[in-house]
């Protein structure tokens, strides 16, 4: 039975909780809190599968309850409850999250998004997934290059010293150049720098395209399947989920997470076939032969799929859950 923590300073709220959630005490061990301090408490006494907490409240607020769950209890599960008010500092923690519920929200609600978030959680802590990982010798580390900005943007760079930094890798400039000048971004002037890009789009866009086109150029080297194909297609899949992201008016950090899921969700095919060319050969030629699709093979081949694969690697890099789940959950 899962351990769930509901944390909320009002307690006419944590009345509401408890009352609305009363039918799944069957299936849950649930304990309403009302404060942060109490909650890490409860988590030292005994472990916890899931919290979830509001946002806004006295003494230790939401953010820096979850930040420190994060840090103290790794595997438990942090959802963020609140309103579309406190929407700013949900994206302020948006690293120590795995999921997002606004209030007011059902009881059915609550219990889908703490079972995908549990289901994510299990995936990647899943054995068989772990040996696969653990034949691969070492996992590709998170670029250089993409620390360097990050560096850059902590200390307060200028966006052209930034656009510097990027530019000093040619090759992959004119990659990240040619996605932004592409359709799909719908940019009307043509852009000549990662310094104008970076104006255009948002420094966080940028920067997701520069780590989407690292990973490529760094783990492609190797790969046995078509590099230029799967990059156009991630390109298109990241420009597409900004377009929609932006469509419904969300902020700008959900535009960009949505841009670098896209980008990304496919990192899986890229690990598994640079890691295992000879292995990826037999799932290529399995879809030519077969007709089956490539998450068929690679499930016979290998025991997984790219998806879980990806999702590992992506959060092992310690990037924000909706790009975890983007590759773990695309098909």
Same mark, same amino acid.
């Given at each position: 039975?899962?351990?769930?923590?509901?944390?909320?300073?009002?307690?006419?709220?944590?009345?509401?909780?408890?009352?609305?959630?009363?039918?799944?005490?069957?299936?849950?061990?649930?304990?309403?809190?009302?404060?942060?301090?109490?909650?890490?408490?409860?988590?030292?006494?005994?472990?916890?599968?899931?919290?979830?907490?509001?946002?806004?409240?006295?003494?230790?607020?939401?953010?820096?309850?979850?930040?420190?769950?994060?840090?103290?209890?790794?595997?438990?599960?942090?959802?963020?409850?609140?309103?579309?008010?406190?929407?700013?500092?949900?994206?302020?923690?948006?690293?120590?999250?795995?999921?997002?519920?606004?209030?007011?929200?059902?009881?059915?609600?609550?219990?889908?998004?703490?079972?995908?978030?549990?289901?994510?959680?299990?995936?990647?802590?899943?054995?068989?997934?772990?040996?696969?990982?653990?034949?691969?010798?070492?996992?590709?580390?998170?670029?250089?290059?993409?620390?360097?900005?990050?560096?850059?943007?902590?200390?307060?760079?200028?966006?052209?010293?930034?656009?510097?930094?990027?530019?000093?890798?040619?090759?992959?400039?004119?990659?990240?150049?040619?996605?932004?000048?592409?359709?799909?971004?719908?940019?009307?002037?043509?852009?000549?720098?990662?310094?104008?890009?970076? *104006?255009?789009?948002?420094?966080?866009?940028?920067?997701?395209?520069?780590?989407? *086109?690292?990973?490529?150029?760094?783990?492609?080297?190797? *790969?046995?399947?078509?590099?230029?194909?799967?990059?156009?297609?991630?390109?298109?899949?990241?420009?597409? *989920?900004?377009?929609?992201?932006?469509?419904?008016?969300?902020?700008?950090?959900?535009?960009?997470?949505?841009?670098?899921?896209?980008?990304?969700?496919?990192?899986?095919?890229?690990?598994?076939?640079?890691?295992?060319?000879?292995?990826?050969?037999?799932?290529?030629?399995?879809?030519?032969?077969?007709?089956?699709?490539?998450?068929?093979?690679?499930?016979?081949?290998?025991?997984?799929?790219?998806?879980?694969?990806?999702?590992?690697?992506?959060?092992?890099?310690?990037?924000?859950?909706?790009?975890?789940?983007?590759?773990?959950?695309?098909?």
């Amino acid at each position: 039975m899962k351990r769930i923590l509901f944390v909320d300073d009002e307690p006419m709220v944590l009345t509401g909780l408890r009352r609305m959630l009363r039918g799944l005490r069957h299936e849950w061990e649930m304990e309403f809190l009302p404060g942060g301090e109490e909650a890490l408490n409860a988590m030292a006494r005994s472990a916890v599968d899931v919290i979830v907490s509001d946002m806004r409240m006295a003494g230790m607020d939401g953010v820096q309850l979850l930040t420190e769950v994060k840090s103290r209890h790794p595997n438990t599960v942090r959802i963020a409850l609140s309103g579309h008010a406190d929407m700013e500092m949900v994206l302020e923690c948006i690293g120590a999250t795995h999921q997002y519920l606004a209030k007011p929200c059902d009881a059915e609600t609550v219990k889908a998004t703490i079972d995908r978030a549990c289901t994510l959680r299990d995936l990647l802590n899943n054995e068989q997934l772990q040996t696969l990982i653990t034949e691969m010798g070492s996992l590709p580390s998170l670029p250089t290059l993409y620390m360097e900005i990050m560096q850059a943007v902590r200390d307060g760079k200028a966006l052209s010293d930034i656009g510097e930094i990027i530019a000093q890798d040619v090759a992959m400039t004119a990659k990240v150049l040619k996605v932004v000048n592409s359709a799909f971004f719908g940019i009307s002037r043509h852009v000549e720098s990662p310094a104008q890009a970076a *104006a255009i789009l948002g420094l966080d866009a940028v920067r997701s395209l520069v780590l989407s *086109a690292k990973v490529f150029s760094d783990m492609g080297k190797d *790969a046995a399947l078509d590099l230029e194909e799967l990059w156009q297609h991630s390109a298109r899949v990241g420009a597409l *989920a900004r377009r929609i992201a932006k469509a419904e008016s969300q902020p700008a950090k959900i535009v960009d997470l949505a841009q670098m899921g896209g980008m990304l969700h496919e990192v899986g095919k890229l690990v598994l076939s640079s890691q295992f060319g000879d292995k990826y050969q037999k799932v290529v030629a399995m879809q030519k032969q077969d007709g089956k699709s490539c998450w068929e093979a690679e499930q016979e081949v290998f025991g997984h799929t790219h998806c879980e694969v990806g999702a590992y690697l992506l959060g092992l890099w310690g990037l924000p859950n909706p790009i975890v789940e983007s590759a773990a959950f695309h098909h």
